[in-house]
T-cell receptor
Framework: ETGVTQTPRHLVMGMTNKKSLKCEQHLGHNAMYWYKQSAKKPLELMFVYNFKEQTENNSVPSRFSPECPNSSHLFLHLHTLQPEDSALYLC?????????????FGSGTRLTVV | AQKITQTQPGMFVQEKEAVTLDCTYDTSDPSYGLFWYKQPSSGEMIFLIYQGSYDQQNATEGRYSLNFQKARKSANLVISASQLGDSAMYFCAMRDPTSGGSYIPTFGRGTSLIVHP
């Protein structure tokens, strides 16, 4: 059982839809991350939150909107997506910036934009 | 420029044998961390092992060991006594300082490992 839970596991949405991805961790970590994993491309960092404050936005298009209401929850709000946004979206958490204990990942949300 | 390079898109190994997955990295900062992750078909990224740039000894975690060659900027993962459950994608990652002073990990493209019975 992973310490980071992502819902839904699979999502199919049209380009005009609005949907949200949810990530929840109960590990006591204070940093949370959104990554995008596309086929044949390296894992791409999208957003970083440290103590609920957004500290990194890796030039992500505005059609992706993150929200971090507290240190345990992270959302990714999606609207007017493009087919090239279809990918596996992974959430991760860590104990601070410089944790040597790695980043704990969720199982991801497989997103398909039609 | 690519910071993490994994040159082996796919590897095959016989069950119970050892296998080495290659990883080279590029950074000019003396303080950095290296990670290996395993991603089975379920999608979850599983942390395997960590090596800090100032660590004198190679990291080991059970059947996993990291062959850290600092001068060559190499951080190869060695899996001993391979098991069928080791079949997965393996990602090498590095955390080094960004221009903003934070530490964010970047990942390589991964190596697909298949263990044959």
């Amino acid at each position: 059982e992973t310490g980071v839970t992502q819902t839904p596991r699979h999502l199919v949405m049209g380009m005009t839809n609005k949907k949200s991805l949810k990530c929840e961790q109960h590990l006591g970590h204070n940093a949370m991350y959104w990554y995008k994993q596309s086929a044949k491309k390296p894992l791409e960092l999208m957003f970083v939150y440290n103590f609920k404050e957004q500290t990194e936005n890796n030039s992500v298009p505005s059609r992706f909107s993150p929200e971090c209401p507290n240190s345990s929850h992270l959302f990714l709000h999606l609207h007017t997506l493009q087919p090239e946004d279809s990918a596996l979206y992974l959430c991760a958490s860590s104990q601070g910036w410089q944790s040597q204990y790695g980043y704990t990942f969720g199982s991801g949300t497989r997103l398909t934009v039609v | 420029a690519q910071k993490i390079t994994q040159t082996q898109p796919g590897m095959f190994v016989q069950e119970k044998e050892a296998v080495t997955l290659d990883c080279t990295y590029d950074t000019s900062d003396p303080s950095y961390g290296l990670f290996w992750y395993k991603q089975p078909s379920s999608g979850e990224m599983i942390f395997l092992i960590y090596q800090g740039s100032y660590d004198q000894q190679n990291a080991t975690e059970g059947r996993y060991s990291l062959n850290f060659q600092k001068a060559r900027k190499s951080a190869n993962l060695v899996i001993s006594a391979s098991q069928l459950g080791d079949s997965a994608m393996y990602f090498c990652a590095m955390r080094d300082p960004t221009s903003g002073g934070s530490y964010i990990p970047t990942f390589g493209r991964g190596t697909s490992l298949i263990v044959h019975p």
